[in-house]
């Protein structure tokens, strides 16, 4: 099984002053659904598509948008597929769990992984 590779990096910013204190969600890690297609890997093709995640107060993902195409429909596809997989612990709004968007880069890429990268 080829995976692609995923890094979690949220659009909501704290909070600051008297405003509520905003906990970005979290993913669990373990497994990663989000397959690199076979056929595009034999092709060379590569690229980052950038999800706009919804993830629900109980760490499910309910609703996927393409945020940024990776120029390949097919892997424009592929993390969208994935990602309605993923699970994460939920964000918070003053300590309370709740549902908020989040942003997900999804890199399709044939080179290694560092182990330094995140």
Request: glycine content about 8%; overall charge negative; hydrophobic content about 35%.
């Amino acid at each position: 099984m080829v995976t692609a590779g995923a890094a979690l990096l949220v659009l909501l910013a704290a909070a600051c002053g008297s405003e509520p204190e905003l906990q970005q969600p979290v993913p669990l890690y373990g497994e990663n659904p989000i397959e690199y297609p076979v056929e595009l890997w034999d092709q060379d093709l590569e690229g980052t598509t950038v999800l706009r995640l919804r993830v629900s107060d109980t760490g499910q993902v309910d609703s996927v948008e393409v945020e940024e195409t990776s120029g390949h429909d097919a892997l424009d596809r592929a993390a969208v597929d994935g990602a309605s997989s993923l699970r994460f612990e939920p964000g918070r709004k003053d300590g309370k769990r709740v549902r908020m968007w989040a942003s997900l880069p999804v890199e399709f890429s044939r080179r290694p992984r560092s182990s330094n990268d995140p």
